[in-house]
């Protein structure tokens, strides 16, 4: 096994995306972070009874869209009639593939009432073969995501995708990746293994 250690840490800054939201965003690093394409951190924001601001219609194709969800109540919606709800430590992969056309806003009651939001929404480049591929939805609530604490219970980790502390992701991914949640207490350690071939 080789240890690596972290190369660089890139600087972000804010911007507005969608009708509004704020997000954090790195400063572009190129091929240092294919297969992603966006890293972004969504607030975290408190909103007013009346002021939540998601994303309305906007289209993707070629690439993948993650929405992990701390805070906050979105819904979804597309142009293939597909529609849902995420909520806290849910996870929406979605597959653009060839094409949709979706929406992501608050939901109904949490736009009425305000709240915080956070949450990150990480784009993943599908590999040309599969660019045109039917487009998909994997929505995973909560509690089906696998969750993993080590043997002294100081590190905690969510499998978004991946593998890490035992514990193997549910999400189909068009590419092996690994996207994991690591909560560690201060002065706790972690180590993973990452395979070559990714």
């Known amino acids: 096994m080789t240890n690596r250690t972290v190369r660089m840490t890139a600087p972000t800054h804010r911007t507005l995306e969608g009708g ?26 408190e909103w007013g009874p009346r002021e939540a601001i998601g994303a309305p219609d906007h289209p993707h194709r070629g690439f993948e869209t993650v929405t992990y969800l701390l805070e906050g109540a979105m819904k979804h919606a597309d142009s293939a009639g597909n529609r849902g709800n995420i909520n806290p430590g849910d996870v929406q992969w ?19 009432t305000g709240g915080l939001t956070h949450g990150f929404q990480i784009w993943v480049n ?20 696998p969750k993993a604490v080590s043997e002294d219970g100081r590190v905690k980790a969510v499998v978004i995708a991946g593998d890490a502390l035992g514990a193997s992701a549910v999400i189909d991914t068009v590419i092996p990746i690994q996207l994991i949640h690591v909560k560690m207490e201060p002065n706790s350690s972690f180590s993973h293994f990452i395979q070559s071939d990714l």
């Not at 704020?22 to 924001?45: T, Y």
């Not at 979605?94 to 949490?110: W, Y």
């Open 20 to 45: 509004g939201f704020p997000v954090r965003r790195p400063a572009a690093m190129g091929s240092l972070m294919s297969p992603f394409l966006l890293l972004d951190e969504m607030g975290p924001v």
């Open 94 to 112: 979605m597959t653009a593939g060839r094409g949709v056309i979706h929406s992501e806003l608050p939901q109904d009651d949490f736009y009425e």
């Open 126 to 145: 599908l590999p040309s073969e599969h660019k045109m591929m039917q487009p998909r939805y994997q929505d995973i609530p909560a509690d089906q995501i």
